[in-house]
Every structure is written in structure tokens, then in C-alpha cells.
Nanobody, 115 residues
Framework: VQLQASGGGQVQPGGSLRLSCAAT????????WAWIRQAAGKERELVAA???????SYGDSAEGRFIISTDDAKNILYLQMNSLQPEDTGVYYC??????????WGKGTQVTVSS
């Protein structure tokens, strides 16, 4: 499975961005998808996840502001981010998990929230 993330950029506090992650290859093997964020000098943290059945979960900082979704026909994972704050700044990676100790990572897309 190959993952290509896009949609990052610079936005002012309170703004919105939508990240996309296009998946190719053996996508049928994926059981869950996720967005992972890594801020400078910090460990990676889970932002949001969605199972192949559509069950979603969010990290504390994303709850109520971000929405994770998939377009199964196009094999695209999305992350709609609203009310962005400076602490949301970081590199956002998409992750695809087969559920069998095998997962895949995209290259990441930079999100910068600043005035």
C-alpha cells in the first residue's frame, strides 16, 4: 500500500484546512486508517482514526474540531480541521493498518498555524 498525503499549508488561528491521503495498492487489506501528528521536538500523537467499518475516534485535542472520513470509492482518507490553533502545528502523517502488525505510512504534510 502506498500513501500520499496532501493539503497542508499555513493558516491563521481559527482557520480550516482539509488534508487528503490517497491510497494505492492492496487497499483491501487495510482495517483502519489514521492521521498522526508530530510537532517539532515532540513524539508522534494520534489525531484521529477510522476503521474500515466507519467507527471513528479522536485524540483529545482534535475532539469536536476535526473530522476524519474516507471516500471508499476513491481510496482517499480525509481530515477536515476546523478552528485550528498554533498547537495544531506539525507534520501530519496518514497511516494504514492491516491489523496484522503491518502498517503503512505516507510521507507527511506540514501544517503551520500562525498569525
Amino acid at each position: 500500500v502506498q500513501l500520499q498525503a496532501s493539503g497542508g499549508g499555513q493558516v491563521q488561528p481559527g482557520g480550516s484546512l482539509r488534508l487528503s491521503c490517497a491510497a494505492t495498492g492492496s487497499v483491501f487489506t487495510i482495517k483502519a486508517w489514521a492521521w498522526i501528528r508530530q510537532a517539532a521536538g515532540k513524539e508522534r500523537e494520534l489525531v484521529a482514526a477510522i476503521t474500515s467499518g466507519g467507527t471513528t475516534s479522536y485524540g483529545d485535542s482534535a475532539e469536536g474540531r476535526f473530522i476524519i472520513s474516507t471516500d471508499d470509492a476513491k481510496n482517499i482518507l480525509y481530515l477536515q480541521m476546523n478552528s485550528l490553533q498554533p498547537e495544531d502545528t506539525g507534520v501530519y502523517y496518514c497511516n494504514a493498518d492491516t491489523g496484522y502488525d503491518v502498517d503503512y505510512w505516507g510521507k507527511g504534510t506540514q501544517v503551520t498555524v500562525s498569525s
